[in-house]
Every structure is written in structure tokens, then in C-alpha cells.
């Protein structure tokens, strides 16, 4: 496994305006349900709100989330599917649709559930024809354990395009996992990245789920 760069062209899933020519270091906090319906926000370095995820104790439907910009306006409406059966398994999908400007629905990308919450591994992700950068099934997948806070999206090619971690000394001071960072290496879109986190958020049980 490889870490950045070399491998991260510039890729645009939802929009070339989330993808910079830097490397990026989000911060995520999490929202109290009990107070603000869960879901979380997403700061930059210098504390400016970029996204805001709303999950069911927001919009009141299970399986269910939304991510909006710094200002509020929605972009990318995602939604678990039923599932399908393959090989005697079942799988549970998500499907992530972009908003264009006359409010038309576009999947973007799809991610398949791994069958049991304590799987480490076994999440891929397909992004739409169009962005498909592999000839595999899928196009990323992740590796190591969100709850953890220690997991990460690579790519076909083997390559990190983003890193889930926490601070030591937030770890040390917080004793919690409600505030940690995402790494998005340069080139990659950020509004895909935390799509992406919401999805993990909501699978196992935190706090955009209800």
C-alpha cells in the first residue's frame, strides 16, 4: 500500500470545485443527538465549516443521509438499498446522488456493506461509468476499522487517497472518538471522501444512525 500523490490524479466524483491541488486536513466533530439530531460538521484547518452530514435523527428516515455545504445547501442525497443476493450472501448497498443545478438526481457512486459490523475489510465502493478509474468490480475500498478511527480509501491501484486518524493529544484530552481528522490527498474530492465517512458513520451505529 502507497500513500498519496503518484497515484491521486485529479478526481472528480461529485465536483472539481471539493478537489485541490494540496494535500487537505479535514476536522470531523460529531453533533450531541439529543441536542442537534446527530449527524456531524466538517471544519478545515482554520476552522471554516465545509460540510455538514445530517443523518436520521434529522430527516427523520432511516437509512438515509445528506451532505451539505459550508452554507447549508444540500448536494448529495445518499440511500441504502433493500440488497441483493449473491453466492447465498446478502448485501446491503448505498447510493450516493448528486444534485445538478435544476435539482435532477445523478448516482455518483455505490458502496456494499460488509456483512457483519465487525468486519475490518470486505467495503468497496463503484463509482459511476464515467469516473470508473478500474476495470475491477470496484474502484476503492477500505482498509482498517473506522470505529477505531484508523482506516482509510484506497484506490484499485493500491494507493491511500484518504486517512481516517486521531490526534494523540485529542485522544489523550477527549478520551472519546467525537472529534478526528480525515487526510485527503491532493487531487481527490473531498464531498466524495466524506460521503463516504457518512455512510461508515451510519453502518456502524453512530452518530447519524437512530
Not at 102 to 128: D, R
Amino acid at each position: 500500500m502507497e500513500m498519496g500523490g503518484k497515484g491521486a490524479n485529479a478526481m472528480s466524483i461529485i465536483s472539481k470545485i471539493y478537489c485541490s491541488s494540496s494535500q487537505v486536513v479535514l476536522a470531523v466533530r460529531r453533533r450531541p443527538r439529543v441536542i442537534n439530531g446527530g449527524g456531524f460538521v466538517v471544519t478545515d484547518c482554520s476552522q471554516k465549516l465545509l460540510f455538514k452530514v445530517d443523518g436520521c435523527g434529522v430527516l427523520g428516515t432511516r437509512g438515509e443521509l445528506m451532505v451539505r455545504d459550508g452554507d447549508g445547501v444540500a448536494f448529495l442525497l445518499i440511500r441504502r438499498k433493500g440488497g441483493m443476493v449473491q453466492a447465498l450472501s446478502f448485501h446491503k448497498q448505498w447510493k450516493g446522488y448528486s444534485f445538478d443545478y435544476e435539482g435532477m438526481q445523478k448516482l455518483v457512486f455505490s458502496l456494499k456493506e460488509p456483512k457483519s459490523c465487525l468486519a475490518k475489510n470486505n467495503i468497496t465502493i463503484k463509482t459511476s461509468s464515467e469516473n470508473s478509474r478500474s476495470n475491477k468490480n470496484w474502484d476503492f475500498e477500505i482498509n482498517g476499522y473506522f470505529p477505531n478511527r484508523d482506516c482509510s480509501i484506497v484506490d484499485s491501484k493500491g494507493y491511500v487517497v484518504a486517512q481516517v486518524g486521531v490526534k494523540k493529544e485529542v485522544d489523550e484530552l477527549m478520551g472519546s472518538k467525537d472529534l478526528y481528522h480525515v487526510l485527503v490527498k491532493p487531487g481527490i474530492d473531498q464531498a466524495f471522501v466524506i460521503g463516504v465517512i457518512a455512510v461508515l458513520d451510519y453502518i456502524y451505529e453512530e452518530s447519524t444512525s437512530c
